[in-house]
């Protein structure tokens, strides 16, 4: 049973920085992505970033580029995401996410960007 918990939301005024984490377990695939989602309120939810759990690539959203940075930590099964210049409009919930034939989610992280 694959089960993804995230960890590293909160409240931060425009121009700082958060870093998310998200923890997975029962992970038996051996070729996945694992990364990112947001939705904000009234807002379908949409891509962030993701990374490529082997080979390391990674894919960005035109609207994070440059500010966010996903990374991966093979040992402990934990995928990052280092977001710098915060803006009030990257205030969602964040949800951490492995695609294989089938999508897994996380319980989802608050982030409150403040003007």
């Known amino acids: 049973q694959v089960q993804l918990v995230e960890s590293g939301g909160g409240l931060v005024q425009a121009g700082g920085s958060l870093r998310l984490s998200c923890a997975a377990s029962?992970?038996?695939?051996?070729?996945?992505?694992m990364g990112w989602f947001r939705q904000a309120p009234g807002k379908e939810r949409e891509f962030v970033a993701r990374?490529?759990?082997?080979?390391?690539?990674?894919y960005y959203a035109d609207f994070v580029k440059g500010r966010f940075t996903i990374s991966k930590d093979n040992a402990k099964n934990t995928v990052f995401l280092q977001m710098n210049s915060l803006k009030p409009e990257d205030t969602a919930v964040y949800y951490c996410?492995?695609?294989?034939?089938?999508?897994?989610w996380g319980q989802g992280t608050q982030v409150t960007v403040s003007s």
């Open positions: 029962g992970l038996t695939f051996t070729s996945y992505f």
């Open positions: 990374i490529h759990w082997s080979g390391g690539s990674t």
């Open positions: 996410n492995v695609r294989t034939a089938l999508d897994y």
